[in-house]
Nanobody, 118 residues
Framework: QVQLVESGGDLVQPGGSLRLSCAAS????????MGWYRQAPGKQRELVAT???????NYADAVKGRFTISRDNAKDTVTLEMNNLKPEDTAVYYCAAASPAGGAYDYWGQGTQVTVFS
């Protein structure tokens, strides 16, 4: 079975940094577009960042300049480096994968909680 497992979520103070990691199994990771989504309490899930198989990246305006997405195809992992965290970044962060055959994200992780609070 295809599995995506996120890790690295934690409680962090405003202005702090955090690194999230997503480990993939049961999938040819190197050919997939990978994305990070987040869902804050009482809000809809939103796209945070994406990285294609070729390394091209895209970011939501709310995180541009603060977050960095990257991938390591040799380790089947994708990382989200988060800097200058704000309380509004508090959410469950989800890893997702899109196959080359279509644009939809077919696989999702269970999520990891990020809480930004003093």
């Amino acid at each position: 079975q295809v599995q995506l497992v996120e890790s690295g979520g934690d409680l962090v103070q405003p202005g702090g940094s955090l690194r999230l990691s997503c480990a993939a199994s049961g999938v040819v990771f190197s050919i997939y577009t990978m994305g990070w989504y987040r869902q804050a309490p009482g809000k809809q899930r939103e796209l945070v960042a994406t990285v294609t198989s070729g390394g091209s990246t895209n970011y939501a305006d709310a995180v541009k300049g603060r977050f960095t997405i990257s991938r390591d195809n040799a380790k089947d992992t994708v990382t989200l480096e988060m800097n200058n965290l704000k309380p509004e970044d508090t959410a469950v962060y989800y890893c997702a994968a899109a196959s080359p055959a279509g644009g939809a994200y077919d696989y999702w992780g269970q999520g990891t909680q990020v809480t930004v609070f003093s």
